[in-house]
């Protein structure tokens, strides 16, 4: 039977340095890797550092997920053939495969267009504030999806499989480059404080990865934004009786665990126990706003109820990114409920999107910003995403249907090309045209641009090699710089 494989091989910084560095090549390499960067003073690092296939251009990476599907047609989709249009029948040719409804009307997008940048991206009024970043971004308008339904197209862009049980994007990029710093998670998950997206956990799991590789649910709109992390006010837990509790804990976990090595979860599950330990002191810290300036706090949204939520969480993320953790997660959007909470808007678009959008557009440009101030961008990626798109004809009077066939996602930072289009929708924003790109694509990418090959990043699981881009994907090099 063939052997499982590994991950990429973990050695000591000075071998490292040694053996694939030498000279100012070495530390430079060391220094995209996180060996001595701007850990912030109380950090340490982690022996669990991994050789990347490649010189990488990015060692971090921040995923903002739109859950419900946003409309490419209403953000940066421009199709001056749908104004045209507006109000007569929708009929691209060929039969019209909706989710829920007929095709209605050529419906415009209720905003109104400019051209942006240096670059002239055609951006819609309902993202102002990321119109403002056109030439730090790439966008894929011509992505597609192999489901119009949520949970499995969640599945999909977060996975790349449909179906529940495969590592997320955040746990392969874990498992194959390891950590950063041993008092932080390495990858952490900021979910819309409403609730979950379709599928919820399953969208960050480790699958058959090992356990200590899914994501660390984080909240920091709570009190507590780490569930658990601290014992209760209790007169009989004191700190001493905590401490002891856990080396009790801990010598029985170990010696469970010395008969079932080939059990991954009890494994992670110790590890966990350990993180707390450690995120005891760093959490706090990382959580507190106390040290940040009005002005960021300004930047970001704080200081308004609409924008405060998505904006604590973007700038929580870059705070996290700074201290050490590889790999954040934020979401906008929760499962579906009436009024709509999430990006998913069949009845009423004008005001669902303009609700949603007003909440993520200048907190994600912050974002960008600061970052870029900061010198981080340069080693970090972020990336826009969402399940699929939306129709350009209306649903109802004002709704818009699931798009499978189109979208848009864009990237931006670590190495990617800025002020760039790849790929194109029809005249429509109907059916992808030019360079149709899946999510296995923009994985590929993103896992090139941080040092690994995608095709040989593997674990074999039920006797298949498996990995984050199944058996599909390219580098899209036209977007690398």
């Not at 995608?454 to 977007?479: E, F, P």
Request: hydrophobic share 35%; aromatic share 10%.
């Amino acid at each position: 039977m063939k052997s499982k494989h590994r991950p990429i091989k973990s050695v000591s910084r000075r071998e490292f340095l040694w053996r694939y560095g030498g000279g100012l090549g070495g530390l430079a390499l060391a220094h995209l890797m996180g060996c001595g960067d701007s850990l912030t003073s109380g950090s340490f690092l982690s022996k669990e550092q991994h050789v990347p296939h490649h010189l990488p251009k990015a060692k971090r990476v921040i995923q903002l997920f739109m859950s419900g599907a946003a409309s490419q047609v209403d953000t940066f989709d421009y199709k001056p053939e749908l104004i045209k249009r507006a109000g007569m029948p929708f009929d691209p040719g060929g039969k019209i495969e909706l989710f829920q409804s007929s095709p209605g009307v050529v419906m415009p997008a209720p905003w109104e267009w400019k051209q942006y940048g240096e670059c002239g991206k055609w951006v819609s009024g309902l993202v102002p504030h990321l119109a403002q970043c056109v030439d730090d971004i790439a966008f894929l308008p011509s992505m597609v999806a192999t489901s119009n339904v949520h949970g499995p197209a969640t599945f999909m862009q977060n996975t790349g499989f449909v179906l529940p049980g495969f590592p997320s994007v955040g746990a392969w990029v874990s498992y194959g480059l390891g950590k950063i710093t041993d008092n932080l998670p390495t990858f952490v998950v900021l979910p819309d404080s409403r609730g979950y997206g379709p599928g919820g956990p399953k969208n960050w799991g480790s699958g058959f990865l090992p356990s200590n590789h899914q994501g660390t649910l984080v909240r920091p709109s709570l009190e507590n934004p780490i569930a658990d992390l601290f014992p209760p006010d209790d007169e009989f837990i004191t700190p001493e009786a905590d401490k002891d509790g856990m080396k009790v804990l801990n010598h029985l976990n170990k010696a469970h665990l010395k008969n079932r090595e080939q059990d991954s979860r009890l494994e992670g599950r110790i590890q966990s126990y350990e993180l707390a330990a450690r995120l005891q002191l760093a959490a706090p810290e990382v959580f507190s706003m106390e040290g940040e300036s009005e002005t960021i706090k300004k930047l970001y949204g704080l200081d308004n109820p609409i924008t405060e939520d998505f904006g604590r969480n973007c700038l929580i993320a870059r705070r996290l990114l700074e201290r050490g953790t590889r790999f954040v997660q934020i979401w906008s959007g929760a499962d579906n409920a009436f009024p709509r909470r999430n990006w998913d808007s069949h009845e009423d678009l004008k005001k669902d999107h303009g609700e949603m959008a007003a909440s993520m557009d200048k907190p994600a440009a912050a974002l960008l910003i600061d970052l870029k101030q900061r010198g981080m961008l340069d080693d970090t990626i972020v990336y826009w995403t969402t399940e699929f798109g939306r129709m350009p004809c209306s649903q109802g009077s004002a709704g818009r249907d699931h798009n499978p066939f189109t979208f848009t996602s864009w990237v931006a930072g670590g190495g990617i090309k800025g002020g760039v289009t790849y790929g194109a929708s029809d005249e429509w924003s109907y059916k992808a045209v030019d360079n149709p790109t899946y999510c296995y694509d923009l994985h590929a990418t993103i896992l090139h641009l941080l040092g690994i090959d995608h095709k040989r990043l593997t674990v074999q699981n039920n006797g298949i090699d498996r990995r984050l881009t199944d058996v599909h994907g390219h580098v899209i090099s036209d977007i690398i710089a």
